[in-house]
């Protein structure tokens, strides 16, 4: 789930490229360092939240309107986070 010369991304240009990482960026912090479980629950969300299969759902597959569909949710996720804690 690499983007970037792997199997699972597309061709893309300098700004669709740009945008990708920061997904991965954003995203993995929900999973890295954290559990194989953790792993799988930040994908089925992805997965949901992107209406994709697995086999479809890979951010070096995303174009531009989709990373920012995920950032957005990755966005909205922390700012309730924020809210919850702040309590």
């Known amino acids: 789930m690499i983007c970037g ?3 699972f991304s597309s061709p893309a240009n300098t700004p ?5 990482k920061l997904v991965h960026e954003k ?7 954290k ?6 629950r930040a994908y089925k969300w ?6 994709l299969v697995p086999e479809k759902c890979h951010v070096g597959l995303f174009d531009m309107h ?9 966005q909205e996720r ?3 986070l924020g809210r ?4």
């Open 78 to 80: 922390q700012n309730v």
């Open 27 to 33: 995203f993995d912090i929900m999973w890295k360092g």
């Open 66 to 74: 989709q990373c920012y569909k995920v950032l957005d949710a990755l």
């Open 35 to 40: 559990s194989t479980k953790a792993r799988s």
């Open 5 to 7: 010369g792997s199997p």
């Open 16 to 20: 669709t490229r740009a945008a990708r």
């Open 46 to 51: 992805l997965q949901e939240l992107m209406g």
């Open 84 to 87: 919850a804690l702040d309590g």
